[in-house]
């Protein structure tokens, strides 16, 4: 017998199917089927017929079992906690990604970075946006050129014996921001920092212009000198080029 | 306003309503043990029955249906009206009697398969016929070690749908899976059950 035709009869004996043609067939057909077919049926006659004896849990048994157990938690229909799980892992996702985006946007490599004038008065940083030059750093020494290392980080400010040199790495290439005097690029670092704070897209190719980037107290006839990725052919250094009028200038990347 | 307008006019209805387990539930949820113990009053035979018929030793039957309806108060908020009361409890029990199974597996069941022959002995006695009576005792002895020797997810199965009678829907809710699944479960467990039978019976 197949097997397929087995799980007939066993659907047919236990009433799961109840096919009185496919019976009849059967029953024409194979008597072997028909005789399997009563035998499982008995079988599930005494099945339903196993004894069971009579339930002797009392209501007063349930009633101590369960003052003994205790009520568990019958009466707290709060949140369980791990529902609240994902709470501080969005605090810190959020954490993360935040951070990354600063750091991304003061890492993004500015194809002119420059400074100009916050004009300051009182706690708050103001931002003059359309400054003139004689704003820019008033009172610039006329010293031996100092690189600022990353500017939109930490003043970390290196000092070497050939010159006083903090530059901005992005990849390959960087772009340094030159000033004169090493208090001016102090006050630059951290005017730079107010605005990457507060407008983080500003240094990211937000084409904000250059003169958001002002130090506050500088005054305004000292230059800056601008250091690109260019390097001179002649001498192998960056290729530098002195700024008066910063008021055309636009930061990006 | 319906629902206002049909308590005034049928009470009947709502004294059915009242009475029913969901109702029961309910009321036990905020508190009144009382309607709780309507429910156990209502449900232990057919739950003991299960538990007798998984576990075929009285005491750990009764053991196992007080800790089903003790888990069942502490849990009563996890209940919901979508499946029935007593599919819900069955449910828990399945759970109890295969931890239970597990752990009996473990050890000797001597005393076990003692305990439900002086069962057999004392409750079995259809007809008069003395030689019928033995032959019906031997089948339903056979019957039940076979049952007993099978798996406790096929033991579960037949029980649910062969003894207890259960409609698949039910089935597939206590058992967690779905309607297809338990169809399946049943056939397997009944093919487990014919092939143990068999030789125990000398048929087919």
């Not at chain 2, 096929?154 to 409609?167: C, M, V």
Request: charged share 25%.
């Amino acid at each position: 017998m197949k097997r397929s035709q087995k799980d007939e009869i066993l659907q047919i004996a236990f009433g799961d199917t109840n096919d009185s043609a496919r019976i009849e067939q059967l029953r024409e057909t194979s008597h072997e089927a028909i005789r399997e077919i009563e035998s499982l049926r008995n079988i599930k006659l005494n099945l339903q017929q196993l004894p069971v004896p009579e339930c002797q849990l009392s209501t007063e048994r349930l009633r101590d079992a369960i003052l003994n157990t205790g009520l568990g938690e019958k009466t707290t229909s709060s949140q369980p906690m791990w529902k609240l799980a994902w709470v501080p892992v969005a605090v810190l996702a959020v954490t993360f990604f935040g951070s990354q985006m600063i750091r991304s946007s003061r890492l993004t490599e500015p194809t002119l970075m420059g400074a100009s004038i916050v004009k300051e008065e009182g706690p708050d940083v103001a931002i003059d946006f359309n400054p003139t030059i004689q704003d820019v750093f008033p009172d610039f020494p006329d010293t031996e050129p100092i690189i600022i290392e990353n500017p939109t980080s930490a003043p970390a400010i290196k000092h070497s014996n050939r010159k006083p040199n903090y530059a901005s790495r992005s990849g390959s290439s960087r772009t340094v921001l030159l000033v004169k005097s090493e208090p001016a690029a102090k006050s630059a670092l951290t005017a730079m920092e107010t605005v990457a704070v507060s407008t983080p897209s500003a240094l990211g190719g937000g084409g904000l212009p250059i003169e958001a980037m002002a130090p506050s107290g500088v005054s305004s006839d000292s230059g800056i000198v601008l250091i690109g990725s260019d390097r001179d052919s002649m001498t192998g250094a960056n290729k530098a080029i002195e700024v008066t009028d910063t008021s055309s200038m636009v930061t990006g990347g | 306003m319906q629902a206002i307008s049909t308590a005034a006019v049928s009470p009947v209805y709502n004294a059915v309503d009242v009475d029913s387990d969901n109702a029961l539930v309910i009321r036990a949820r905020e508190g009144d043990y009382r309607a709780y113990e309507m429910l156990f009053e209502r449900h232990r035979t057919l739950v003991f029955r299960f538990a007798y018929q998984m576990c075929p030793r009285r005491d750990d039957a009764e053991d196992l249906v007080q800790e089903a309806f003790i888990r069942a108060y502490q849990n009563l908020h996890r209940y919901r009206d979508e499946a029935k009361f007593t599919t819900w409890l069955l449910r828990i029990l399945t759970n109890l009697c295969t931890d239970h199974a597990r752990m009996a597996n473990r050890r000797q069941n001597l005393e076990q398969q003692e305990a439900a022959g002086s069962l057999t002995w004392m409750t079995e006695g259809f007809t008069e016929n003395p030689i019928e009576n033995l032959e019906q005792e031997r089948r339903v002895d056979c019957l039940r070690r076979a049952l007993n020797a099978l798996p406790i997810h096929h033991k579960t199965a037949i029980i649910l749908r062969d003894i207890e009678e259960r409609e698949y829907t039910d089935i597939s809710q206590i058992l967690g899976c779905t309607v297809g699944g338990a169809k399946l479960r049943v056939l397997r467990a009944r093919r487990a059950l014919r092939d143990r039978v068999a030789p125990l019976l000398g048929e087919m």
